[in-house]
């Protein structure tokens, strides 16, 4: 079956330490994004990515950071800087056609706990 | 003002009823539009995704984009417990190539229930 996934489902954090959440998608999707949701407020894009080596911030980026090594991968680590990391976090992937768009396909996110 | 102003309800409506769901937008670049469903603690699945203005049917759910207005409805016929999530509305200028492609605006969600 292609889809997304994201690992683990759920994670627990001290203050302070930097944490990596993990995201595979083969769908050979050339985009992948990074989405954070937080009750009430919707989904806030992270960062993106439209091919591999290359990433740019979305509306939310500051105490993030990503990676894009590979087609499939696309991690996202979570800084010690983010003043507010609890949230649930989503990995998306589309294609990229000459024209036109491609919705989003979502993976089942992972629950980030910072204490 | 969010560029994407969605009712967060929540909404609860018996099992048959016709259900409305809608959005409003100020950012007249707005080209596609989607509605993604999300069940409790998964992530959101698209339901359905126009371009342009006018209505878009598929089984039970059709969506309807007017432009001139900017809004957007999702209805639901006959609506079933299973039908149960919250409803995002989200949008994009679609602009293949350029900086903003692929990045979605959402809106902040419509919980329904829909009991027996």
């Known amino acids: 079956d292609g889809g997304i996934t994201q690992s683990p489902k759920y994670l627990f954090r001290k203050e302070g330490q930097n944490v990596t959440l993990s995201c595979e998608q083969n769908?050979?999707?050339?985009?992948m994004y990074w989405y954070r949701q937080d009750p009430g407020q919707g989904l806030r894009l992270i960062y993106y990515s439209q091919i591999v080596n290359d990433f740019q911030k979305g509306d939310i980026a500051e105490g993030y950071s990503v990676s894009r090594e590979k087609k499939e991968s696309f991690p996202l680590t979570v800084t010690s800087a983010q003043k507010n990391p609890t949230a649930f976090y989503l990995c998306a992937s589309s294609t990229f056609p000459r024209g036109g768009n491609s919705p989003l396909h979502f993976g089942n996110g992972t629950r980030l706990t910072v204490t | 003002q969010k560029e994407v102003e969605q009712d967060p309800g929540p909404l609860s409506v018996p099992e048959g009823a016709i259900v409305s769901l809608n959005c409003t937008y100020s950012?007249?670049?707005?080209?596609?539009f989607m509605w993604y469903r999300q069940y409790s603690r998964k992530g959101p699945e698209l339901l359905m995704y126009?371009?342009?203005?006018g209505n878009k049917e598929d089984g039970r759910f059709t969506a309807q984009v007017d432009k001139s207005s900017k809004y957007i409805s999702l209805f639901i016929r006959d609506s079933q417990p299973s039908d149960s999530a919250t409803y995002l509305c989200a949008m994009t200028t679609g602009n293949a190539g350029g900086t903003s492609y692929g990045k979605l605006t959402f809106g902040q969600g419509t919980i329904l229930t829909v009991h027996p």
């Open positions: 769908l050979n999707h050339d985009a």
């Open positions: 950012n007249s670049a707005f080209q596609y």
């Open positions: 126009t371009y342009s203005s």
